[in-house]
């Protein structure tokens, strides 16, 4: 799934199509991963590794409150990676909710 399959489209006040924004928490779960980074790491190589695709990196950003201005992660970083199935089911939920 990609990343704005589920955004709202709406339209500003200029009559222009714009995606709406989507702000949302991922619930923890029993089957998310943890880890230590041992080193600067980046969010999309990260994303890669437990996903497969470098473009879900915002997944591991948003349960872990990073990558705001920036996708490199200090070493010594604790992180939850949540799984991926969980997320897209909680994002298309929470996008048909709003």
Same mark, same amino acid.
């Not at 980074?37 to 915002?58: I, N, Q």
């Not at 705001?68 to 298309?92: C, F, H, M, S």
């Given at each position: 799934m990609?990343r #704005?399959? $589920?955004? !709202? @489209?709406?339209?500003?006040k200029?009559?222009?199509? @714009? *995606?709406? $924004?989507?702000?949302?928490s991922?619930?923890?779960?029993? !089957?998310d991963?943890?880890i230590?980074?041992?080193s600067?790491?980046?969010?999309?190589k990260?994303?890669?590794?437990? #996903?497969?695709d470098?473009?879900?990196?915002?997944?591991i *950003?948003? *349960?872990?409150g990073?990558?705001?201005g920036?996708?490199?992660?200090?070493?010594?970083?604790?992180?939850? @990676?949540?799984?991926?199935?969980n @997320?897209d089911?909680?994002i298309?939920? #929470?996008?048909? !909710?709003r």
């Amino acid at each position: 799934m990609g990343r #704005y399959n $589920t955004t !709202n @489209i709406i339209r500003n006040k200029f009559d222009k199509q @714009i *995606a709406s $924004t989507t702000i949302i928490s991922i619930p923890f779960d029993s !089957n998310d991963i943890y880890i230590r980074t041992t080193s600067l790491e980046r969010l999309d190589k990260l994303a890669h590794t437990f #996903y497969g695709d470098v473009s879900e990196w915002y997944k591991i *950003a948003t *349960a872990n409150g990073l990558g705001k201005g920036t996708l490199w992660v200090p070493a010594e970083t604790v992180l939850r @990676i949540p799984q991926v199935t969980n @997320i897209d089911e909680y994002i298309t939920k #929470y996008n048909k !909710n709003r």
